[in-house]
C-alpha cells in the first residue's frame, strides 16, 4: 500500500480550476487498489470538498491550508495558527502598504473592504503596457471577481476585529502580480522568527505559523494512521510544496513546476493541463506496484 500526497493549484487541477476526468479517474484507481490518497493544497477544507465532490472523490486525508488544519478520514488531527497580536500587526502594514490579502480563520475568509481596491491598482499597472491589456485586465477581474464570490468572504474591519471576535488565524493569502511587491513584503517579514513565508505561485506570498507546512502535515497523518513513511509519494508543482517533497520518499514534479521544485525532485511528469497527475501515478505507481 503507498500513500500519495497530491497538491491542488497548478496539479491536480488544470488552469481552468478543476479536476480533468482522466486525473479522476488516476485517483479512483489508487483507491481501488488499496493505495491511500491524500489532498496536500494551501486551499481551505470547504473549497477541497466541492472540487473532489465533483468529480466523486473522497480523499482519504486532507493537508489543507498549507498544513494548518490535518484531515485524516475526515477527523482533524492537527492544527496550527498564528498569535493574533503578530496577524493584527500583519494586517495593519498590509493595509497601510495598500495589498491585497484575505486570511483563512475558524470563523472563515475575511478581507478588509479596501483589498479589491488595492487588487485592481495592481492589476492596472500590471496590464498598461501589455498587448491586448484591457482584454487582459478583464478576464483576470472576472475570475478573481468569481473566486471572492465563491469563497464567502467576510468583512475585516479593522486589525483589532482578530481580537475582538477571537478569530484563529491560520494563513494569509497575498496577491499581486507585481513581483517587486512581493518582495518587498517579503523583506518586511520574512525575518520574523514566528511567521513562515511561502508561496503557491508568482502572484501570492503565504504567511502562516512556522509549523504550518505541507511536509509536517504529511508526517501528522502518517504517525497517526500507522502508515509506513517509505511507501509516500508527493505531487507538486511550487515553494509550499518543497516540504512535502522532504517529507516523501518519492518526489514528482509537474512539468509546469518551477525550476527549484523540479531540481529535488525523484522523477517528472507532464503538465496539469495534459494530466500529469493520472501520468505520474500510472507510470512512477500504478505500474511500480504491479511489478512488486
Known amino acids: 500500500m503507498n500513500v500519495v500526497a497530491i497538491d491542488m493549484d497548478g496539479t491536480l487541477l488544470n488552469s481552468e480550476g478543476f479536476i480533468s476526468e482522466k486525473n479522476a479517474q488516476a485517483l479512483r484507481a489508487l483507491q481501488a487498489q488499496g493505495h491511500k490518497v491524500i489532498i496536500a493544497t494551501g486551499r481551505g477544507l470547504p473549497d477541497v470538498n466541492r472540487l473532489l465532490g465533483d468529480v466523486n472523490i473522497t480523499p482519504d486525508g486532507v493537508v489543507s491550508l498549507n498544513g494548518a488544519r490535518v484531515f485524516w478520514e475526515g477527523e482533524a ?7 493574533q497580536e503578530e496577524s493584527a500587526n500583519l494586517i495593519e502594514w498590509l493595509n497601510e502598504n495598500e495589498y491585497y490579502f484575505h486570511i483563512y480563520t ?5 478581507s478588509p473592504s479596501r483589498s479589491r481596491e488595492f487588487f485592481m491598482n495592481d492589476l492596472e499597472i500590471y496590464t498598461q503596457d501589455k498587448e491586448g491589456g484591457e482584454e487582459m485586465k478583464e478576464a483576470i ?14 468583512e475585516l474591519s ?11 488565524v491560520y494563513k494569509f493569502l497575498i496577491v499581486s502580480m507585481l513581483e517587486q511587491k ?9 525575518d520574523k522568527h514566528n511567521i513562515l513565508i511561502t508561496s503557491s505561485g508568482r502572484d501570492n506570498l503565504e504567511i502562516m505559523h512556522p509549523d504550518t ?5 504529511l508526517l ?9 513513511i517509505g511507501s509516500t509519494f508527493a505531487i507538486g508543482d511550487n515553494y509550499n510544496d518543497l516540504p512535502l517533497f522532504n517529507a516523501a ?7 509546469n513546476a518551477e525550476v527549484d521544485v523540479k531540481r529535488v525532485a525523484t522523477h517528472e511528469t507532464t503538465h496539469h493541463d495534459n494530466d500529469g497527475v493520472a501520468q505520474a501515478i500510472e507510470k512512477f505507481i500504478l505500474k511500480s506496484s504491479a511489478r512488486t
Request: with cysteine.
Open 77 to 83: 488531527i492537527q492544527e496550527s495558527y498564528m498569535g
Open 106 to 110: 475558524d470563523k472563515g475568509l475575511f
Open 141 to 154: 477581474r472576472r475570475r478573481a471577481d468569481g473566486h471572492h464570490r465563491q469563497a464567502n468572504m467576510k
Open 158 to 168: 479593522s486589525p483589532i476585529m482578530i481580537v475582538k471576535q477571537d478569530l484563529t
Open 182 to 190: 512581493l518582495e518587498t513584503c517579503r523583506k518586511a517579514w520574512g
Open 213 to 217: 507546512q505541507k511536509g509536517k502535515g
Open 220 to 228: 501528522h497523518i502518517v504517525e497517526h494512521a500507522g502508515l509506513n
Open 249 to 255: 520518499a518519492t518526489s514528482i514534479a509537474m512539468g
